[in-house]
């Protein structure tokens, strides 16, 4: 019978032809819209991942409300009414006790790094131009293993920001904006005192625009010194030994102390609803690619049934069985969902080697290259091409059974 | 190895018609039977009930004693590709394949395929049309698209061959050369022939017809 189906196959080149068209776009689409998709995600993941820390510990805003500075400043009065409802903050956000942290953190085996961190407002000024960022003060060397930034450090190393006082790494659109250079001097405020000159010993560039156009990274101590508040920390950054800990190791730490502490799926939480969507309409389209795909083959094969009735009954004549006829039609859907999903798997691949070459014009999706990230991921070939056999699958079963039901006897009777 | 039919009747319900009432008859092993009637009298349904092709509404057919209707189907598929053979109007060869292959496809169903190309050839050979084993049947004439028809019905060498207008198709020269074929197949391979026919001069060749007459015998 695989004899005979296939010698339909090729007899019908046109239809079979069409047919594996459906099936092998299908799968192409499928393949290259994943790699594509999955590419930006496993870059951006990447990004958040190894940009960031994956764990943050951070000191809590405490929000000092009306009701609180009641029972503070008038313990035994019930009602107490303000002229000006009171409402304010801490003035500084740190860690209270970073040292208990450190020892935790020595500890914990799933670490593999820390950095403490004060971050603070600020504002650059060079030859009149101002622009308020983020300082990021850090220890550099445990900076270093926390974060990739050393790997996107342009005119020195990430390092050289603890080699003497005072200087900092910017962002290389930050550093555009001012219109400022590396080895250049610039004054740095917290807005509470007077400018501090820095000296610029590098820029960095990791492509998350968010980083690039608003941070400064310089020593801890500068840091402190510019906020006037030495001693302060107001984070601690963790890098894991396994990323998939992250989230476990969060939710342990959250029992101790007044910090909050958040992993970083949880900081970009957002991203995983959009990731979530994405892969939703993701499927979407590929189930409609390949429902028309599947019809394709079920209105081709139906057809073909419809067309070898005579055939279908002298074959019962001669001694083939239901089963057989079933497995003649069926065979055809097989070989043609094998053999469109292998070309489509093939193809894909290639289409997705040749769009990872494809230069792609900088931006938050550029990578070092500048090329376009796409997935290769192994399960996204295997799914197309189980996706496209399944689809071709069922669009035979039922022609397959139609052709089956058939008696020889009222075939041979329409036909005289 | 004879087929029996007993009481056979054949009734359909759409529209409600009786085709066949009460069929008493009995084809004997080596018989050449025709069977003759007018259009419409249930000459086809008849043959393809004792065929095993159709099931009778009642009554028993029995082929070599054994009760028809108690077959399974898997039983009843082998017993059509080992015993019997089947020649109709049109030759419903497969378009894709090639005289050849059409007449080896029921050897195929067990795999004799092989063996049997031998067997094939020679009866290509035997009628006239041995050089065009490799031809597609779009390729061949009517007449020899029914030669290469009846080869396939007669490559397991069955005992009973069944068919119905072989000639209604065909011209009266290669009618008479598939007349040639039944006769000599049936003299000297003693091959059971039931042929439909309304031809009366091909139905003087059987050495007995049996007369039907709006689904009786008469
Ligand atoms: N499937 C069917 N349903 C209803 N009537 C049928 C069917 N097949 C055949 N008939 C009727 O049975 C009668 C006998 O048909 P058939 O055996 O083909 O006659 P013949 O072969 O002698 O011309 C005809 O009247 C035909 O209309
Ligand atoms: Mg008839």
């Not at chain 1, 659109?173 to 807005?191: D, Q, Y």
């Not at chain 1, 022609?399 to 329409?414: K, L, N």
């Not at chain 2, 005289?99 to 169903?109: D, G, S, T, V």
Request: net charge positive; proline share 4%; aromatic share 10%.
């Amino acid at each position: 019978m695989i004899f005979l189906a296939f010698r339909q196959l090729v007899s019908r080149k046109r239809q079979t032809l069409l047919t594996l068209a459906g099936i092998i776009l299908g799968t192409i689409a499928f393949i290259v819209i994943s790699g594509i998709m999955l590419g930006f995600r496993e870059f951006f993941i990447d990004q958040l991942v190894n940009n960031d820390a994956q764990v943050h510990i951070t000191s809590k805003e405490t929000i000092i409300d009306t009701p609180a500075l009641s029972t503070f400043f008038f313990p035994k009065i019930e009602h107490v009414f303000w002229n000006t409802p009171p409402s304010t903050r801490k003035d500084h956000a740190r860690i209270i006790y970073p040292a208990g942290w450190y020892k935790r953190l020595d500890n914990d085996p799933r670490i593999a790094a820390y950095s403490p961190q004060l971050k603070t407002q600020i504002i650059l000024t060079h030859y009149g131009k101002a622009i308020s960022g983020q300082l990021i003060g850090v220890v550099p060397s445990r900076q270093q293993h926390v974060t990739t930034i050393r790997n996107y450090v342009h005119g020195g190393k990430f390092t050289d920001i603890g080699a003497g006082s005072n200087r900092i790494i910017l962002g290389q659109e930050l550093l555009e904006k001012l219109g400022a250079h590396v080895t250049e001097r610039i004054w740095i405020s917290n807005g509470r005192s007077a400018p501090i000159p820095f000296k610029i010993v590098g820029s960095f560039q990791t492509g998350v625009s968010a980083l690039d156009a608003n941070t400064v990274f310089g020593s801890l101590s500068d840091a402190q010194h510019l906020n006037q508040t030495p001693g302060y920390v107001n984070e601690i950054a963790v890098r894991l030994k396994h990323i998939d800990q992250a989230k476990q190791v969060s939710e342990d730490w959250q029992k101790f102390g007044d910090e909050k502490v958040q992993s970083w799926d949880q900081a970009n939480a957002s991203f995983f609803n959009i990731f979530k969507i994405q892969d939703a309409i993701r499927y979407m389209m590929i189930t409609c690619i390949l429902m028309v795909a599947g019809f394709g083959i079920y209105n081709i094969l139906n057809m073909v049934v419809t067309q070898k009735r005579k055939e279908i009954a002298i074959l019962r004549s001669i001694g083939f069985e239901a089963k057989d006829i079933i497995f003649l039609f069926f065979i055809q859907g097989v070989v043609l969902g094998i053999l469109g999903g292998l070309i489509g798997v093939l193809v894909g691949y290639g289409l997705c080697l040749y769009l990872s070459q494809v230069p792609f014009g900088g931006g938050p999706l550029g990578k070092g290259t500048g090329t376009l990230t796409v997935s290769f991921q192994p399960a996204i070939y295997i799914r197309a091409f189980t996706l496209s056999f399944i689809a071709s699958i069922i669009a035979s079963v039922l022609p397959a059974r139609a052709a089956g039901y058939m008696t020889p006897i009222d075939i041979i009777r329409s036909e005289s | 190895m004879s087929i029996l039919l007993e009481n056979v009747n054949k009734f359909f319900n759409t529209p409600p018609t009786q085709v066949l009432t009460d069929i008493t008859c009995d084809i004997k092993l080596g018989e050449f039977v025709s069977l003759v009637g007018r259009s419409g009298s249930g000459k086809s349904t008849l043959l393809y009930i004792m065929s095993s092709l159709d099931t009778a509404t009642s009554g028993s057919i029995k082929i070599a004693g054994d009760e028809i209707s108690t077959f399974s189907q898997k039983k009843l598929h082998q017993f059509r590709n080992e015993h019997m053979g089947f020649v109709f109007q049109f030759h419903y060869l497969l378009p894709e394949l090639t005289a050849e292959e059409n007449i080896l496809m029921p050897a195929r169903k067990k795999g004799l395929h092989h063996k049997k190309r031998d067997y094939a050839h020679h009866l290509l050979e035997e009628f006239q049309i041995k050089h065009k084993f490799d031809r597609l049947p779009k390729q061949l004439s009517g007449g020899e698209q029914q030669r290469v028809s009846i080869a396939r019905a007669l490559i397991m060498e069955p005992s009973y061959l069944f068919t119905d207008e072989p000639t209604g198709n065909l011209d009266s020269a290669n009618g008479e050369i598939v007349m040639t074929i039944f006769k000599k197949l049936n003299l000297e391979k003693k091959t059971t022939i039931v042929m439909v026919t309304h031809d009366p001069d091909f139905a003087n060749i059987a050495t007995r017809q049996i007369y039907l007459s709006d689904g009786k015998i008469t």
